[in-house]
């Protein structure tokens, strides 16, 4: 396998275990929207889930941005 595959790969598995981690913070929610209607719904653990699930995507998607910016 390239080196560019790994990478894609490697973030395509990030990002999707940051929407599953959100997910499974989410699952016993039963407003979906707005956003501050949900975060007050959610117990404790349940929002670290959430912030966690976030917070994955967000760093996945960053090193994926600056690795392409490196590499031409």
């Given at each position: 396998?390239?080196?560019?595959?790994?990478?894609?790969v490697a973030t395509?598995?990030?990002?999707?275990?940051?929407?599953?981690?959100?997910?499974?913070?989410?699952?016993?929610?039963?407003?979906?929207?707005?956003?501050?209607?949900?975060?007050?719904?959610?117990?404790?653990?349940?929002?670290?889930?959430?912030?966690?699930?976030?917070?994955?995507?967000?760093?996945?998607?960053?090193?994926s941005a600056l690795?392409?910016?490196?590499?031409?």
């Open positions: 396998m390239t080196p560019e595959k790994k990478r894609r395509a598995v990030g990002f999707v275990s940051g929407v599953l981690t959100c997910l499974d913070g989410m699952r016993d929610a039963k407003i979906v929207w707005p956003p501050d209607a949900v975060w007050g719904a959610l117990r404790g653990p349940q929002r670290l889930e959430l912030g966690a699930g976030i917070a994955l995507m967000v760093v996945t998607l960053a090193i690795g392409r910016r490196a590499n031409p």
